[in-house]
């Protein structure tokens, strides 16, 4: 691969760690799909993992778990180009974006907040203005029944 799968910031999955497979490819193609394997398969111990941080690996673990295979190795498949280094291009990018989404931290906690007095105020007022104006709209009453 020309490019190495960069997690995120200055995080690199070394190729030594990725295992490549490839096999023939279901799909449009005519006579050069049956010789050729362009179907990838891409597979990345996770758990023996040592280019993570341990924090990020726990993370990735935990996130990631109802996709590993034997609770350690992701795996990605690409198959929907004819040529075998599109699908390796698209299987290493897709393999980047679920690891850098496995290893995001937490988004913060909402802290919820009150309404100023303000803001309370004028919505009921602007209510009750509302109110009005629709009540000046319908038929007076009758009298005399």
Do not use: C
Request: no cysteine; aromatic share 4%.
């Amino acid at each position: 691969m020309p490019e190495p799968i960069r997690v995120r910031g200055s995080v690199v999955v070394p190729d030594a760690e990725l295992v490549w497979r490839f096999s023939r490819s279901s799909g449009p193609g005519g006579q050069h799909v049956n010789t050729s394997d362009t179907q990838v398969e891409l597979r990345y111990d996770l758990a023996a993992s040592a280019a993570l941080p341990e924090v990020w690996k726990q993370r990735a673990l935990e996130r990631l778990a109802g996709r590993l295979v034997d609770g350690r190795v992701l795996v990605v498949r690409a198959s929907e180009h004819r040529s075998q280094w599109r699908n390796r291009e698209v299987a290493a990018a897709r393999l980047a974006s679920l690891l850098g989404e496995a290893t995001a931290p937490p988004p913060k906690t909402r802290r919820p907040t009150k309404p100023s007095r303000g803001l309370v105020e004028r919505r009921l007022s602007d209510k009750k203005r509302r109110s009005d104006l629709k009540r000046s709209r319908s038929a007076p009453p009758r009298g005399g029944e």
